[in-house]
């Protein structure tokens, strides 16, 4: 039932209208086994499944593996769903998100990022606060 409230409201905000599949939790939790960290930062919390080629634009490959890549929620500056996934914008995509993600992951940013949040958690959290509060 919840599925098909989910297509009205699809319907009415002008959104594709494409029912998920009963298997994408399945298939979701299996992707986040095999893949359980964030691709452009490492965050292992409050991860998605996004989808490269979006679900209303292709819904054929909604359950398709090679389609999938982990990006996390974490807030403030770390939304990478958010921002790299959809280029800041949900009614965007990035096509070239996973290439863009194996290339930052080279950087010096990302390796600093990645130490500070196996060793000290506690100023991994004060950085994420505070690129938050600065963003507002």
Same mark, same amino acid.
């Not at 500070?116 to 100023?123: E, N, S, V």
């Given at each position: 039932?919840?599925?098909?409230?989910?297509?009205?409201?699809?319907?009415?905000?002008?959104?594709?209208?494409?029912?998920?599949?009963?298997?994408?939790?399945?298939?979701?939790?299996?992707?986040?086994?095999?893949?359980?960290?964030?691709?452009?930062?490492?965050?292992?919390?409050?991860?998605?499944?996004?989808?490269?080629?979006?679900? !209303? =634009?292709?819904?054929?490959?909604?359950? @398709?593996? %090679?389609? $999938?890549?982990?990006?996390?929620? #974490?807030?403030?500056?770390?939304?990478? !769903? =958010?921002?790299?996934?959809?280029?800041? @914008?949900? %009614?965007? $995509?990035?096509?070239?998100?996973? #290439?863009?993600?194996?290339?930052?992951?080279?950087?010096?940013?990302?390796?600093?990022?990645?130490?500070?949040?196996?060793?000290?958690?506690?100023?991994?959290?004060?950085?994420?606060?505070?690129?938050?509060?600065?963003?507002?």
């Amino acid at each position: 039932m919840q599925r098909h409230l989910k297509l009205i409201q699809d319907f009415f905000k002008g959104k594709g209208v494409h029912l998920r599949s009963p298997e994408w939790s399945k298939v979701e939790k299996e992707h986040l086994k095999n893949e359980p960290e964030c691709q452009w930062c490492g965050a292992t919390e409050r991860l998605q499944v996004h989808h490269v080629m979006p679900f !209303h =634009l292709a819904p054929a490959l909604e359950l @398709d593996p %090679k389609n $999938f890549i982990t990006l996390c929620e #974490e807030g403030g500056y770390l939304n990478c !769903h =958010l921002f790299h996934g959809h280029n800041g @914008d949900f %009614k965007s $995509f990035n096509d070239k998100v996973r #290439e863009e993600c194996m290339e930052h992951k080279c950087t010096p940013d990302a390796q600093i990022l990645r130490a500070i949040r196996k060793t000290d958690p506690g100023l991994y959290d004060w950085l994420i606060r505070a690129k938050r509060l600065k963003g507002k």
